[in-house]
Nanobody, 116 residues
Framework: QVQLVESGGGLVQPGGSLRLSCVASGFNFRTQRMYWYRQAPGKEREFVAS????????NYADSVKGRFTISRDNAKNTVSLEMNSLTPEDTAVYYC?????????WGQGTQVTVSS
């Protein structure tokens, strides 16, 4: 069974940092591109970042470029998202994602709230 479990969310002040993690199981992690998405209240789910299987290529949404860093540890089946210089606009539920066996698989999400 393919499973993604996120952790690391919480409440942080503007300008602060958080590190999200996603542990994957049920598939060959090291062969799959991994993604982070987020969904703010009342908005569509949006792409945040992705990372190629060998971590050689990464992509970011313009809104997070230069502030967020995606990384992966294939030995631990883990993909992470380091988030710096957070603003209230980054408040959302953050989801880990993989497209596997012709379908999107999502984690349960982890809430990130940026507020003073």
């Amino acid at each position: 069974q393919v499973q993604l479990v996120e952790s690391g969310g919480g409440l942080v002040q503007p300008g602060g940092s958080l590190r999200l993690s996603c542990v994957a199981s049920g598939f060959n992690f090291r062969t799959q591109r991994m993604y982070w998405y987020r969904q703010a209240p009342g908005k569509e789910r949006e792409f945040v970042a992705s990372i190629a299987p060998a971590a050689s290529f990464t992509n970011y949404a313009d809104s997070v470029k230069g502030r967020f860093t995606i990384s992966r540890d294939n030995a631990k089946n883990t993909v992470s998202l380091e988030m710096n210089s957070l603003t209230p606009e980054d408040t959302a539920v953050y989801y880990c994602n993989v497209f596997f066996s012709s379908r999107d698989v999502w984690g349960q999400g982890t809430q990130v709230t940026v507020s003073s």
